[in-house]
């Protein structure tokens, strides 16, 4: 089948909008996109702005780095540097950590590697033997979240990007909805306020959905580590990843109309759930509702389960 804008082959069928792209307009329809995207988030001033990413190694961070690297990387006012959480996973990060470094190094990127066993005192794979019965995913979400920020604020940035996709977004919000945590809800990135201590977060590929980043990332060789975290099989996310799927499969467009309908009232939740005020953990010092963060909460259980 053409393209529907030129006479070459086309490399995808966009079911939700009827359309055939060869590589190169399909390459220009995600760009477009994206950009749109990181100029409806963010607003600089000319001031000196520093944008850290958070960079696994994998098909959509990778993806958000060097699109943000093009469209930025070029103006004196901003800096872009990279940061990697070691979430400690013998199988799988070690890989990615070194397709991450190649990556940085060819862009001239500064690059930055944060562990949880520095941040924590627990790798994975020992959270994992020590607490077998829990859902890895719980603690590494928390892991994770407190790694970027907390690596973000001591390199001085100003905003945190991150590679989630369309699916991650709707199935966040699919998520909170099923569960009724509208305060959570309502927290949902990309942030346009600043809460002391928390580094706002961008998210560059927010409209375009994984199976397109993935083409994409291929189609203009961004090199990337394709593999999926032996852990992630356990995590109710999955569930909700299939939901969707299933949705799409149906009606095609749905991902897209979840988060504009999210979008449309994300006014409404801000207003009636404001942030919380926060204050500093009494262990950590990171921003916290309570008294303690949740990390620390987390690394104080697993402390207690590792003692004989």
Not at 59 to 84: F, Q
Not at 99 to 110: M, Q
Not at 158 to 178: F, K, P, Q, R
Not at 186 to 199: C, K, N, S
């Amino acid at each position: 089948m053409p393209c529907d804008r030129c006479a070459e082959p086309s490399v995808t069928f966009l079911r939700y909008s009827g359309a055939h792209l060869c590589s190169r307009h399909f390459r220009e329809y995600v760009e477009r996109r994206v950009k749109q995207e990181v100029r409806r988030e963010l607003t600089l001033s000319g001031e000196p702005t520093k944008i850290a990413v958070g960079l696994s190694g994998g098909k959509d961070s990778s993806t958000a780095l060097v699109l943000l690297h093009r469209y930025l990387g070029e103006r004196r006012d901003v800096s872009l540097e990279a940061i990697t959480v070691d979430e400690g996973i013998a199988s799988y990060r070690p890989p990615s950590l070194e397709t991450a470094r190649a990556l940085c190094a060819k862009l001239g990127v500064p690059h930055h590697v944060i562990s949880y066993q520095e941040t924590v005192g627990f790798e994975m794979d020992r959270v994992v033997r020590v607490d077998p019965g829990a859902i890895p995913c719980g603690y590494c979400g928390v892991f994770r979240r407190n790694a970027l920020n907390a690596k973000a604020k001591e390199i001085g940035a100003d905003y945190l990007a991150t590679g989630l996709n369309l699916d991650d977004t709707a199935e966040s919000i699919l998520m909170n909805v099923a569960r009724g945590d509208v305060d959570r809800l309502a927290r949902l990135g990309p942030h346009e306020g600043v809460q002391p201590g928390l580094v706002p977060r961008l998210q560059p590929l927010r409209n375009v959905p994984e199976v397109e980043v993935y083409l994409y990332a291929y189609l203009a060789k961004i090199p990337f580590h394709d593999a999926n975290c032996p852990y992630a099989e356990r995590a109710q996310r999955g569930r909700f990843k299939e939901i969707l799927h299933s949705l799409e499969a149906d009606s095609p467009g749905t991902r897209h109309a979840i988060v504009r309908g999210y979008d449309e009232l994300r006014p409404a939740l801000h207003a009636t759930w404001p942030p919380a005020p926060l204050r500093a953990c009494a262990r950590c010092g990171a921003p916290t509702v309570n008294d303690v963060c949740k990390a620390c909460e987390m690394r104080e259980r697993l402390g207690s389960l590792a003692r004989p």
